[in-house]
């Protein structure tokens, strides 16, 4: 099945299904594609990143064991949300470990430009909700 996602601005994707596919889908299928979509897309920034930084004289490895314990505990940090009509639910472990669920008929009751926009939704805010929650846990370590 073709389906693709594209992460603009850190934060923005966008999805595109080929031709004729979301019509023939069910909402498991989804579930698993946007898991697998979310790891790709989070494996791809996080090698953008360190691209970026590489070209400067940033340290972004921890320096200490309280920086180690930092990283440890930013990998647990869980985070979720959900589409405003509840219908998709997306969550994350440390940004590494995602899960999508998707509300049964909702392939059924909503067009494919409108699942779109519901992900375009969720996708943003689950970014946002982890941030918060790293800057949480960055005030308790660093004051």
């Known amino acids: 099945m073709e389906l693709e996602a594209e992460?603009?601005?850190r934060s923005q994707v966008t999805l595109e299904f080929g031709e004729s596919v979301y019509e023939f889908i069910d909402e498991r299928f989804l579930e698993r594609a946007l898991t697998g979509l979310a790891r790709r897309l989070y494996t791809g920034?996080?090698?953008?990143?360190?691209?970026?930084?590489?070209?400067?004289?940033?340290?972004?490895?921890?320096?200490?064991?309280?920086?180690?314990e930092f990283e440890e505990e930013m990998r647990v940090v869980e985070a979720?949300?959900?589409?405003?009509?509840?219908?998709i639910a997306v969550s994350t472990v440390g940004m590494q470990d995602f899960s999508a669920t998707i509300h049964p008929g909702t392939v059924r009751e909503l067009s494919e430009r409108e699942f779109v926009a519901r992900v375009a939704e969720v996708t943003p805010a689950l970014i946002q909700r982890f941030q918060a929650k790293v800057a949480e846990l960055k005030v308790r370590y660093y004051g």
């Open 80 to 87: 979720s949300v959900e589409s405003g009509d509840g219908r």
């Open 45 to 68: 920034w996080v090698k953008q990143y360190r691209e970026a930084i590489s070209t400067t004289n940033l340290n972004i490895e921890p320096n200490d064991q309280h920086d180690s």
């Open 7 to 9: 992460l603009r601005d």
